[in-house]
């Protein structure tokens, strides 16, 4: 399927972007992705291990690998909602460290601030947009952006400020769904716009945010693009992996 590659690109027009296929008002997407995390929250990590067959946890563990995240660092886990990453991050950081939960979205933040409650972890969590991030320069050693960065309007400015919070020598970290392995592309059609919506509608009782899920992955930017991305926003050595045939790939860049 042809797509636009970011909001700027072709079909947005000025003060629009994209919602899944739709074209929207930049302010209405906003409100739009609110609602789809609202309505999905209390099934969010029941649906992820549905829809990846548990996969997503194998990809998280290799993110957290390539991190190089070690006792004592600062973690930022942007638009990190229910706190699964924040989890393994803490584990990774030691009690000398210090991983900071942010999303944008309340009720995904909420479940993720009682699961770290839950289990035992003192985090500190806040609530901000990851294009204007409340953090000053040169503050962390390692960002992290997992399954969120399609979701956000302007991707180039949330880079830009992930990449200003990192001192020198810091990682930038994006797993997100990308460009699968061509031969797979017609049964991952199949998966995403028939599969998806009807677990969504029986899981979680809502298949319209899972048809969303499908049309975003579509419309987020393919490997290549997004390691171009990274470097326009000021990192260095990007490099991407592959999982699971391109399903998903993990963009990694340092700031020098």
Known sequence: MSKPTDRE??????????????????????????GVFD????????MNDLMSLGLHRAWKRFAIALSGVKRGDRV?????GTADMTERFAEAAGDTGEVVLT??????L?????RLLDGGRVARVVRCDAERLPFGAASFDCACVAFGLRNMTHKERALKEMARVLKPGGRLLVLE???????????????????LPWLGERVAGDAASYRYLAESIRMHPAQEELKQMLEAAGLSRVEYFNLA????????????
């Open 9 to 34: 690109a072709k079909g947005a027009s000025a003060g629009s972007t994209h919602f899944g296929f739709a074209e929207v008002g930049e302010q209405e997407k906003a409100e739009r992705v609110r």
């Open 76 to 80: 930022l886990d942007v638009a990190g």
């Open 39 to 46: 309505s999905v929250v209390n099934k969010y990590d029941v």
């Open 103 to 108: 999303d944008i979205n309340a009720a995904m």
């Open 245 to 256: 045939l391109g399903v998903v790939a993990l963009h990694r860049g340092v700031k020098l």
């Open 110 to 114: 909420a479940v993720g601030r009682d």
């Open 177 to 195: 769904f990308s460009k699968v392995w061509k031969p797979l592309e017609a049964a991952y059609d199949f998966y995403s716009f028939k599969v």
